[in-house]
């Protein structure tokens, strides 16, 4: 066997110092990511009320990430409610630490935002956001009470039909603006709640008919009784592809209501922040060390046993999504053409 000796095993030895160099600072920049985390508290920030949906999840992940993440520091959920879940992003973007102990739970639409929005206000960039994973990508769905005159998608173009929502951006406004825009539907929305839990309370006083903007899984937390009594129905689905649940039931899909090849581009835009689902994110100045660590604790949470027999008893989904695959969609949605996100943008507004 040839064996280097002299000057040859000197050039070996410095060709692998590199190498080894290397190695050693990324062993050791992932056991300090690793070791930051002992003894410390992250906070979880909720762009939405307690109670609903989005907290839901976030309280799961709470109890159940620690396990994962080096130190098993504790998680807090804190809930932040306001301007649609944009206040927890913008506090997430300029006041909440940057070591990686902030992590938001945010809408959808906040992602979005920077796209259909009123890009000149907004006090964050989605772009910039590192992405830790999503619990669920889940279509949404408009319901309505069984006593409202409107009781098949068709109904919507010749009667009125109250619904509520939260702020500008939040999906509950979005939607009924979106199809009152471009289909010429006939809502009539109360906005101003402070989240879907608000929302569905309203519509089971009777103070409004419906909403929309709003997946089975955070429908069935609210209204799961009222939905399997049929006193609550699913009006239209508002997504490209089907729900296979919702599916079963018949019924329809808001895009199959498109006049136009670019109608249904417009609605197939907006629509795909569904792919979000349930976004948990951190800010783009967290180390890439910590992000990794936070980033490997998430996927492997969505894999424990304790977990996934909660989601079973709570009868909401899981479907998580990776953060890298979050980051990836982000970056190709900031890339839609011009022409196409300004008509978008006017579909949104509510007039």
């Known amino acids: 066997m040839f064996r280097k000796t002299g000057r040859h095993a000197a050039y070996a030895a410095i060709g692998m110092a590199p190498a080894i160099a290397i190695a050693a600072a990324l062993f050791t920049a992932s056991a300090r990511a690793e070791d930051f985390y002992r003894g410390k508290q992250i906070n979880i920030i909720v762009g939405s009320s307690a109670g609903g949906g989005y907290d839901t999840y976030a309280r799961l992940l709470a109890r159940h990430m620690p396990r994962y993440i080096e130190g098993t520091p504790t998680i807090v959920v804190q809930n932040m409610v306001g301007a649609g879940g944009m206040t927890a992003a913008a506090n997430l973007a300029n006041l909440a630490p940057k070591d990686g102990t902030t992590i938001a739970g945010l809408l959808p639409s906040n992602i979005t935002e920077g796209l259909f929005g009123n890009r000149e206000t907004l006090k964050y960039d989605p772009v910039k956001f590192q992405y830790l994973g999503s619990m669920n990508g889940e279509p949404y769905n408009c319901y309505v009470r069984a006593d409202a005159p409107v009781q098949k998608f068709e109904d919507i173009f010749t009667k009125e039909l109250i619904v509520g ?40 006083r009777g103070e409004i008919q419906g909403w929309c903007g709003v997946g089975w899984s955070a429908a069935t937390i609210a209204v799961g009784e009222p939905l399997a009594k049929g006193e609550i129905k699913v009006l239209f689905q508002e997504n490209g592809r089907s729900n296979p649940q919702i599916e079963k039931l018949g019924v329809p899909r808001a895009t199959d209501f498109a006049k136009t090849p670019e109608m249904r581009r417009i609605m197939d835009l907006i629509y795909s922040q569904q792919a979000f689902g349930r976004p ?72």
């Not at 009924?176 to 009539?188: E, H, I, Q, V």
């Not at 989601?311 to 022409?339: C, F, H, M, W």
């Open 280 to 351: 948990f994110v951190l800010s783009g100045d967290v180390p890439a060390d910590r992000v990794a660590v936070l980033r490997k604790g998430f996927m492997a949470a969505m894999s424990d046993a304790e977990l996934i027999a909660d989601t079973r008893k709570l009868k909401i989904e899981l479907a998580p999504v990776n953060g890298e695959e979050l980051q990836d969609i982000v970056t190709q949605l900031y890339s839609t053409p011009p022409e196409l996100v300004e008509k978008a943008r006017a579909a949104l507004k509510l007039n």
């Open 165 to 204: 929502a939260s702020a500008s951006g939040a999906s509950t406004l979005a939607s009924p603006a979106l199809l009152k825009n471009l289909l010429g539907a006939k809502f009539r929305v109360i906005n101003g709640y402070p989240g879907s839990r608000e929302i569905t309370l309203a519509a089971l």
